[in-house]
T-cell receptor
Framework: AQSVAQPEDQVNVAEGNPLTVKCTYS??????LFWYVQYPNRGLQFLLK??????LVKGSYGFEAEFNKSQTSFHLKKPSALVSDSALYFC????????????FGSGTKLNVKP | SAVISQKPSRDICQRGTSLTIQCQVD?????MFWYRQQPGQSLTLIAT?????????ESGFVIDKFPISRPNLTFSTLTVSNMSPEDSSIYLC??????????????FGEGSRLTVL
C-alpha cells in the first residue's frame, strides 16, 4: 500500500535557525515526491518536487529537499527560517504504477518564533 | 502554474440543503480531483472528475451525496447534497496536466469553506 508519514505534528524553530520537516514514504516503483505549503484559509501551494535526477532539489522561498532512496525519505529543509515560513506543510507522493493517485501526509505545523 | 478559481470561497448553509461548488482552471488540464480537508488536517480524496463521464469515487464517498460534473477540460462542479453539520469542511479543487502536459505536480484552488448549521 502507498503511504506517506510525517512523524511530527509540529516543529518549532527560532528565526534564523535551520529547519527540517520530516517525511517518509512507502510506494511501489519509483516515487514522485512533492512538498506543499498551506497558509491559513488558503489552498495548498506547490513548493518543490523530486521526479528524477539530483537527489537535492531546490524550490520556492529558499526551501530544498533531499531524496534518500535507501531511507525512503524526502525531508524538507531551509538553512535560515523566517517568521513568515510559519504554516502547515504537506508531503505527498505519486506512485509510478498508480499515477492517478496522490497520497498526502498528515501535515506538519511549522512555527517560527522571532 | 495554473490558476484554479473556486466559487464560493466560503458559505454558511442550513442542514438539509445542497450547495454546488464551481472550479474553473485557466487552461485545459488532464485530470481534476476534489478533496475534503478539515481545518489543520490532511486531505481526503473524494473523487476524480472525469471529462464527459461519471466521476470515480473513493471509498466512503457516493455519487448521490457528492455529485460531480466535468463537462469540459477546464471546468468541474462538486455538489454537497442534503448537508449535515458533519459536511462542514474545506473542499479543494485540484488539477494536473496543464495544457495537456503532466509535469507531475498537483495544483490547487483556494478552497471552499463550508459551514453547515
Amino acid at each position: 500500500a502507498q503511504s506517506v508519514a510525517q512523524p511530527e505534528d509540529q516543529v518549532n524553530v527560532a528565526e534564523g535557525n535551520p529547519l527540517t520537516v520530516k517525511c517518509t514514504y512507502s510506494v511501489s516503483g519509483n516515487p514522485y515526491l512533492f512538498w506543499y505549503v498551506q497558509y491559513p484559509n488558503r489552498g495548498l501551494q506547490f513548493l518543490l518536487k523530486y521526479i528524477t535526477g539530483d537527489n537535492l532539489v531546490k524550490g520556492s522561498y529558499g526551501f530544498e529537499a533531499e531524496f534518500n532512496k535507501s531511507q525512503t525519505s524526502f525531508h524538507l529543509k531551509k538553512p535560515s527560517a523566517l517568521v513568515s515560513d510559519s504554516a502547515l506543510y504537506f508531503c505527498a507522493v505519486r506512485a509510478e504504477y498508480n499515477f492517478n493517485k496522490f497520497y498526502f501526509g498528515s501535515g506538519t505545523k511549522l512555527n517560527v518564533k522571532p | 502554474s495554473a490558476v484554479i478559481s473556486q466559487k464560493p470561497s466560503r458559505d454558511i448553509c442550513q442542514r438539509g440543503t445542497s450547495l454546488t461548488i464551481q472550479c474553473q482552471v485557466d487552461s485545459q488540464v488532464t485530470m481534476m480531483f476534489w478533496y475534503r480537508q478539515q481545518p489543520g488536517q490532511s486531505l481526503t480524496l473524494i473523487a476524480t472528475a472525469n471529462q464527459g463521464s461519471e466521476a470515480t469515487y473513493e471509498s466512503g464517498f457516493v455519487i448521490d451525496k457528492f455529485p460531480i460534473s466535468r463537462p469540459n477540460l477546464t471546468f468541474s462542479t462538486l455538489t454537497v447534497s442534503n448537508m449535515s453539520p458533519e459536511d462542514s469542511s474545506i473542499y479543494l479543487c485540484s488539477a494536473t496536466g496543464l495544457a495537456g502536459v503532466d509535469t507531475g505536480e498537483l495544483f490547487f484552488g483556494e478552497g471552499s469553506r463550508l459551514t453547515v448549521l
